[in-house]
């Protein structure tokens, strides 16, 4: 008894340091691993004995007998059972029913390898579009391990940590540096700069004062702030994109629904006209027995969809390889559909037409300084502080390859810059506004406005003389971004951008790049507004990203992309194509890859069901064996096969 129980905790041991609590973990992954791999398994082992059956019939009948039988129900039982449960629980017939019926009819006349083989082809394509479809799901997880879990709630003098559950409006919380935002609210004391860029967009993190709204989820800086929750827990700008993102994966498109339709009324046709060619024709026509059910179950192998199942998958699959060759990963065959009748695509601007970070772009010196002088001056103040334009200043210096000092007596003032002593003066660097006005001038202020009204930010130095220079940064465009949408709208698509940024910034973007249509300062529900609107007005909307804030959009456009290598978790997990190197040029050839798919998933089903026609028109004119129908049969799904594996090139 000791020995046992000993080693029923060792066990144990294991199964929690490999993070697994409990015999039923073991079920759990067990359970997981048979749903993603078992009916492919069952699949290629269906395939073996039919191999092994067919040797074993120069050798031994009962034994390939057998054999065939094994095959039937390692290859078959999967789809039997969603057969028979749809005929029992929901009381209606589906191809699934069909197909196992017409390979038992096939067995039954003495035809086992043809029966066999229908159920081998048959469960394989299931078991790829299984595969596909479990790679297409969605998944919030990742957007959840962004959502704060506690908060510190600040009461009495005293600092108590809560989960954020138990926060109620009107408490008061304190967010340390570097910590999440645990609520939205209102800052009633304190001033940091305030990273929204998994909100709002914004490129810039945004400096917040008291009186100033800030978002849960939200990203504090190197202040420590004081906020007054104003929206529980439930209700938050965050929980609402969760929400959002959850109800847009809820929808089922309508091919899908359509294709649902026509599984069970072609299955109660053929199955209805088969117990027709069974009942009727010894009655009317004279037939036997005999005659009339070998005639009937030619008509129901020759009737098998294989070749209609055969003409989607192995085309869609061809073209989701090719395309993750060259870097494109598509995570469902379905969206190959939906991207080639794409009218609109629509961009988020940071992180995805722009690289999401600020960078210098124009500079003006004064007092005689050279640009070098400048910004080496600049960079020796900026290089003490954690700022992301301060950071940009620098990067500029170390391009120029310039020597970097280092400044004395730093102060950061929160929302207008910096201000220290570098050698022997005293300097400022910052907005226009924290520029002391008497040394503001006309041609200073034309530069300013003209920067600001091309969507950049304007940054003053200044010393005890007056300003020493100008300085304009932004963020930068990738440089596909331009070719990118040029053939895009060669392919006939209006090109949209959605973003949370300003909107004399989001126009310089979109006048840059040429984009159409410019939607600016969205949150992310008013995103999904957007797309929305635009769906009603164009049709497909594809939907581009990279952010948590446009997971949303992401899952409630027709097809959602994300940035693979930029990419939030969220946004990869919601998105339906990934492009695994941020090459937004990869788009338009995603379109055109839809539209060839497309285009040979007309032709294979318009042969599929051209034969399947002929081949029923020959049974009824004047019969035909069983082989031969099941030649023309399995030739044409083949054929299909065939055609779809162009989509590799």
Not at 30 to 48: P, R, V
Not at 307 to 313: E, N, P
Not at 406 to 414: D, I, N, P, V, Y
């Amino acid at each position: 008894m000791i020995m046992s129980t000993s080693l029923q905790t060792a066990k144990e041991s294991i199964r929690e340091s490999k993070g697994c609590n409990s015999k039923d973990d073991y079920e759990g992954r067990g359970n997981d691993w048979m749903s993603k791999y078992g009916e492919g398994i069952a699949a290629l082992a269906s395939g073996i004995l039919i191999a092994a059956a067919w040797g074993m019939g120069y050798v031994s009948e009962p034994v390939s007998i057998g054999l065939y039988l094994l095959a039937f129900v390692v290859g078959g039982f999967v789809k039997a059972k969603e057969g028979l449960h749809t005929l029992i629980a929901e009381r209606d017939l589906d191809v699934n029913l069909l197909m196992i019926l017409a390979a038992i009819g096939a067995a039954i006349i003495g035809y086992w390898t043809e029966g066999a083989v229908l159920i081998f082809i048959f469960s394989l394509s299931g078991a790829l579009e299984t595969y596909t479809m479990q790679k297409s799901s969605k998944d919030i997880s990742s957007l959840m391990d962004l959502k704060p879990e506690t908060a510190l709630l600040y009461k009495d003098g005293k600092e108590t940590e809560v989960p954020i559950e138990q926060l109620a409006v009107g408490d008061l919380v304190l967010v340390k540096p570097g910590e999440r935002i645990p609520a939205d609210g209102l800052i009633r004391e304190g001033s940091s700069a305030v990273d929204q860029a998994s909100i709002t967009g914004e490129s810039i993190p945004i400096d917040k004062e008291p009186g100033d709204e800030v978002f849960a989820g939200t990203l504090n800086g190197h202040g420590a702030l004081f906020v007054e929750v104003s929206k529980p827990s439930e209700s938050t700008l965050f929980a609402k994109i969760i929400k959002l993102v959850q109800e847009a994966q809820s929808e089922k498109p309508a091919s899908q629904l359509f294709i649902e339709r026509f599984e069970r009324i072609y299955a109660r046709v053929i199955i209805l006209v088969t117990l027709l060619l069974i009942a009727i024709p010894p009655f009317l026509l004279g037939w036997n027995w005999e005659a009339t059910f070998y005639k009937a179950m030619v008509f129901l192998v020759v009737a098998s969809p294989c070749a209609l199942v055969a003409s989607i998958m192995p085309a869609v699959l061809s073209a989701v390889s090719n395309s993750a060759r060259k870097g494109v990963l598509f995570k469902g065959g379905a969206h190959l559909e939906n991207i080639a009748q794409t009218s609109v695509v629509a961009f988020d601007k940071t992180g995805t037409l722009t690289y999401g970070q600020p960078a210098v772009t124009d500079w003006v010196a004064y007092q005689g300084m050279s640009e070098e002088e400048l910004f080496e001056i600049a960079a020796s103040i900026e290089s003490l502080s954690e700022h992301p334009l301060a950071k940009a200043i620098v990067d500029k210096a170390k391009e120029k390859q310039l020597s970097i000092g280092r400044a004395s007596g730093l102060k950061a003032l929160t929302g207008w810059g910096v201000q220290a002593d570098y050698r022997g003066d005293t300097w400022k660097i910052g907005k226009p506004s924290f520029t002391d006005k008497e040394w503001m001038n006309e041609e200073i202020e034309a530069i300013v406005e003209k920067w600001a009204n091309e969507g950049k930010t304007v940054t003053i130095v200044q010393n005890s003389q007056g300003v020493a220079g100008v300085l304009a940064l932004q963020d930068r465009i990738r440089p596909q971004a331009k070719q990118a949408i040029a053939r895009l709208r060669k392919l006939g698509i209006t090109v949209a951008m959605l973003t949370g940024d300003q909107r004399r910034t989001a126009q310089a973007i979109a006048d840059e790049a040429g984009i159409d249509l410019v939607f600016a300062e969205l949150l992310p529900e008013d995103k999904v507004t957007r797309i929305k609107e635009l769906k009603e007005k164009y049709g497909k909307v594809t939907m581009v990203g990279d952010g948590v804030n446009d997971a949303p959009a992401l899952a409630t456009a027709t097809v959602g992309i994300a940035m693979g290598a930029a990419g939030s978790d969220a946004a990869l997990e919601t998105a339906d194509l990934v492009l695994m190197n941020d090459d937004i040029d990869k788009i338009s050839m995603a379109v055109e890859l839809g539209r060839r798919t497309r285009r040979i998933v007309k032709q294979n089903i318009v042969f599929a069901i051209s034969v399947i026609a002929l081949l029923i028109l020959s049974n009824f004119a004047q019969g035909i064996a069983l082989p031969l129908g099941v030649v023309g049969h399995e030739g044409s799904t083949i054929l299909v096969i065939l055609n779809g594996l162009r989509l590799l090139r």
